[in-house]
């Protein structure tokens, strides 16, 4: 309803005084009348029919109401970070602490599925990992050395950033045989001992699968590079009690990105899965890979009196010399034993021996003008790491009340030994 004009001037209050004292004084007080409004279909009225508007239009025919029903099921998604779930993962791993919901956790967290890789064609960590934006690779994949240390918020991680299975590896490692790859962002050492604080990157391995599988892929990088891919596995027995997975992979020395270079690496990986009883799983798993690189990628430098940064070179180009070779290779054993002893105790224990091998023979060159004059020396090293690590958990899960707790004991424990050779430069 529209305001009286006098109640714009002296305010709506007033005006109500205004009238109740009039009203006191007997003096007739006018009435409003409002009509209540009405929608547009409530004014219409539907015409007889035959009848036509004063137009000419057609008439209006006015509709039954029409309700309608119906269900859809929704099928759930085959496993957590599955194509059909949209790559969304719920858990990952979170050390001494176990698998833990990611909404029950106070770091930032990147999980990158199988099936996200599988449908990239990731052919290493340095590929699965480009669309974080959290992390950028340290070197090109197909580089000497790359893939083994990443950049995690603007902080460079080494090698001993990375984990299998929460268990320490010294090497760059490949993806055909995880199942995820987890981003730890942050100082993670409460979680997983000693590291860097820009985070930890953690890689859970593929597991034995419920129902037979066989996967096999066959293709070529960039129409030089072929590569086969095997994945199966299943069950071993009808009872279920024994699983297996098995990832062979092989990509041949074809060209790559660079001239003369060649790029060749190969993987044997499997995994045993025991359920000794409905509480209680053994799993084993063992792991081989090897990656070489012929004419590799330069070591360039910058001496002491150069001034004037010089152009980067052409990366097509190669300019190592014909000798130049690149090598890294570990093998691997797993063990893991997990059990919920009763109601309230559970135990997880692991434990893994790798022997990591780092071979390098290549050039070094260093740029000792403006001009772009250089000296070239020969760089030699090879490097032998032998680890063994473990750890032994007790988890108590109980309630107070109406509050529940979750008490963890344990400890870790890793023996390196490095065996180091660097003879001439």
């Known amino acids: 309803m529209r305001k009286p004009l006098i109640c714009r001037f002296i305010g709506y209050e007033h005006y109500v005084v205004f009238w109740v004292l009039l009203l006191l004084l007997g003096w007739p007080v006018p009435v409003w009348s409002v009509e209540p409004l009405t929608s547009h279909s409530e004014q219409q009225t539907a015409p007889d029919e035959g009848s036509t508007t004063p137009d000419g239009e057609l008439p209006l025919t006015k509709l039954s109401e029409l309700e309608v029903t119906g269900t859809k099921e929704i099928e759930p998604s085959s496993k957590d970070g599955s194509t059909e779930n949209g790559y969304r993962v719920k858990s990952a791993s979170m050390g001494a602490l176990g698998e833990k919901s990611l909404l029950d956790t106070p770091y930032s967290i990147n999980v990158i599925s199988s099936d996200f890789m599988e449908n990239l064609q990731a052919q290493s960590v340095a590929d699965a990992l480009k669309y974080n934006p959290t992390v950028s690779s340290g070197s090109g994949a197909n580089g000497v050395g790359g893939g ?6 603007g902080f460079h991680t080494q090698t001993n950033e990375s984990f299998i299975d929460g268990l320490r590896i010294y090497s760059r490692t490949p993806v055909e045989d995880k199942e995820r790859i987890e981003v730890i962002n942050g100082p993670a050492g409460f979680l997983y001992g000693i590291a860097n604080s820009a985070g930890v990157i953690n890689y859970v391995l593929k597991r034995p699968t419920d129902t037979p599988l066989l996967n096999a892929t066959i293709g070529n990088y960039s129409g030089e590079q072929g590569y086969i891919h095997g994945d199966l596995g299943g069950p071993i ?9 098995l990832n062979l992979l092989y990509v041949d020395n074809g060209d790559t990105g660079i001239d003369d270079q060649t790029h060749e690496r190969y993987l044997i990986s499997g995994a045993f899965d025991w359920h000794i009883s409905p509480d209680t799983l053994l799993s084993m798993d063992y792991s081989l890979f ?10 360039f430098k910058i001496g002491f009196d150069v001034t004037t940064i010089p152009d980067a070179p052409d990366a097509a180009k190669n300019y190592m010399p014909d000798y130049s070779f690149a090598e890294d290779r570990y093998s691997r054993f797993g063990i893991k034993l997990t059990s919920k002893l009763s109601e309230v105790f559970s135990l997880r224990s692991a434990f893994a021996y790798s022997d990591t091998n780092r071979y390098r023979h290549r050039a070094k060159v260093i740029i000792i003008n403006n001009a772009g004059d250089y000296t070239m020396t020969r760089n030699y090293y090879d490097t032998d790491r032998l680890v063994s690590e473990g750890y032994l958990f007790f988890d108590a899960d109980f309630d107070t009340g109406l509050v529940g707790h979750k008490v963890t004991v344990g400890l870790t424990e890793e023996y390196s030994e490095i065996k180091y050779a660097y003879p001439f430069t």
Request: hydrophobic share 30%; no cysteine; charged share 30%.
């Open 148 to 153: 083994a240390g990443f950049q995690i918020r």
């Open 237 to 245: 027995d009808s009872a279920g009690k024994f699983g297996y997975r």
């Open 290 to 299: 090897d990656i070489q690189i012929n004419h590799g990628d330069d070591i």
